[in-house]
């Protein structure tokens, strides 16, 4: 059966001057309008949609892709508050998507943004936001290993670090000392769990531990010095902004993985920068 706010496979039962009907089993025929229309739609089987409702409550669908569907959760932007409804979101839909007054907790404001849950009001079965977000996370223990590669969102800062949101599904907090810049309200980061605590929150860092760590950033800072000819202008006085962005770990774990290279005779340092050395006589443990 075809899911309201989630992309789905449907097969195309007719064609329209309006459009494509597609195969909604339970909900029906449901109406691909002919501007979404692929050109090549007639040797497809089935077309890749989103369903959602228009603004005269109908199932349609689009192929378009709104910024988050049912279950996620987003940092978007208030396009206007209606005094009498509340507050509409732009989720990259040309129908936007409602933050009612209730949903909201802190009121929004037109042209600021705001992390919410995208979910399906049970009443009325249509798409809104939720501002609410501890009641959309998971109630289930997460499985997390530690050091497990995750994506999160970040929700707030507290005086221990940052609020987040793991895999769509839980929470999770990154500490302020294992970060070397602040982080954004609504970022969205790829990081690791650290630990996973008996009541089930997450601990996150930007870095992968230990070996594996180093081992992958020294392999990486190899690479990006061949590229360049054999010479970069980063080293152990790189400020940590510089080095985020170039290589994606923090300032430490930058040091350590050159640490380990000159210690290996892989590079040498040329105050300011580092250049890679002739490695054809190195060997492991050299």
């Known amino acids: 059966m075809a899911i309201i706010g989630k992309r789905n496979l449907l097969a195309v039962v007719r064609e329209s001057t309006s ?37 005269e409550d109908r199932l349609v669908a689009t192929t378009e892709h709104p910024l988050a569907t049912v279950g996620e959760f987003a940092w978007l932007r208030v396009k206007e508050v209606n005094p009498q409804i509340g507050a509409f979101l732009d989720w990259g839909l040309p129908k936007d998507l409602l933050l009612p007054f209730r949903e909201q907790g802190i009121p929004v404001r037109a042209h600021h943004h705001v992390v919410v849950a995208v979910c399906l009001d049970p009443k009325t079965d249509r798409i809104i936001a939720s501002a609410r977000l501890h009641r959309h996370l998971s109630r289930e223990t997460p499985r997390y290993r530690d050091g497990e590669p995750v994506t999160f969102i970040i929700t707030g800062q507290t005086p221990l670090g940052y609020n987040a949101i793991v895999e769509n599904a839980h929470h999770g907090l990154l ?9 954004l309200t609504g970022q969205l980061l790829h990081g690791f769990v650290r630990t996973v605590r008996p009541a089930g929150k997450i601990d ?40 985020r962005e ?13 640490g380990k290279l000159y210690r290996d005779r892989r590079l040498a340092f040329t105050n300011p920068g580092i250049q890679l050395l002739d490695n054809s006589s190195w060997s492991p443990g050299a």
Request: aromatic content about 10%.
């Open 19 to 55: 459009g494509l009907f597609l195969d909604g089993e339970d909900l029906g025929e449901i109406l691909l309008p002919r501007r979404y229309v692929p050109l090549d739609h007639a040797a497809q089987e089935r077309l890749d949609v989103f369903i959602y409702r228009d603004s």
């Open 175 to 183: 500490y302020h000392d294992n970060l070397a810049t602040p982080l």
């Open 204 to 243: 996150l860092t930007l870095d992968a531990s230990g070996y594996k760590r180093v081992a992958g950033l020294t392999e990486q800072i190899i690479q990006a010095l061949e590229s360049n000819g054999g010479r970069l202008d980063f080293d152990d006085d790189s400020s940590p902004e510089n080095i």
């Open 246 to 258: 170039a290589f994606g770990v923090s300032k430490k774990a930058f040091k350590q993985a050159l």
